[in-house]
């Protein structure tokens, strides 16, 4: 192996070296700072109390568009999906029945909104 | 013919010592690489594919998401009037003054147009406020013990440990 060769060597291993450092620097030491956390990612029990704030918020306010709007912003999961879940943590959570009730309603207008549209 | 070489006496040969430099040449390009490869990996693990977080706390929400947050139980409070309900779930942003983050976010949407919205927010700053300043007759009466702490909940619907219900 030439002087040269032995050099492009090291070289590319002191890259390799360097850029497994910076990982663990930016995976595991500093992670990314929070800015790229999503609603999407809360824990289920937030993601349920945020759904119920959103069928309150339908059940005075009767617009559909503007609850579905909502529901984009904590969940990635179809509407339906995402209550379907949220009314089961809250049973499993032992919610007030008035509170599940609101998310009920929410969820069986959508499902009606979605029968008509097809 | 005489050469230079031939000028010189054999007992005196100049003496030239190996150079140390091009050895601290070397280990710059090692320097060099390592810095590069950090860099590289600083911007791949922040900005190409940075960590994901799951089951987060909503005080892990980036600024725009917590208004947003904020915003909904401002909301929530004006239909409802539960002021309790509306500051555990504000706790649950570790705003330092909620009242006055409160309040600033209502005139930032003001002067954005956001009437309604504004007025939500302003409503919940100054019930805050309000509740902030009307000593709770309980707490005066209570005996100074240390209470214990327990997890923080969304709602008071919740069990205190929702994971052993």
Redesign the interface.
Known sequence: MTRQTSRYLFFFLAIFLGITAGLIFGWVIVPAPHAHTSPHSLRQDYKTDFALMIARLYHSEDNLILALSRLSFISSAPPLVFLNDAITYAQSARYDLADIDLMWSLATDIQIALDVVE | MKTPLSNRNEDTREFNPPDSSPEKR?NW???????????????????IR?????????N???ER?KD??RT??A??YA??GDLNRASQ?LA?LDDQNPGMVLGNQAQRYLAEGQEVKAQALALLAAALQQNDMVPDETEILASPEPTATIER???Q???IH?EN?
């Open positions: 070397t390009y090692l320097v060099t690489g390592l810095v590069l490869g950090f860099i590289i990996g600083v911007v791949f693990a922040w900005w940075p960590v994901v977080y799951y089951d987060i706390q909503p892990m929400l980036n998401n947003i947050y909904t139980i909301l929530v239909e409802t779930r649950l909940v969304p709602t619907t919740l069990p929702p219900p």
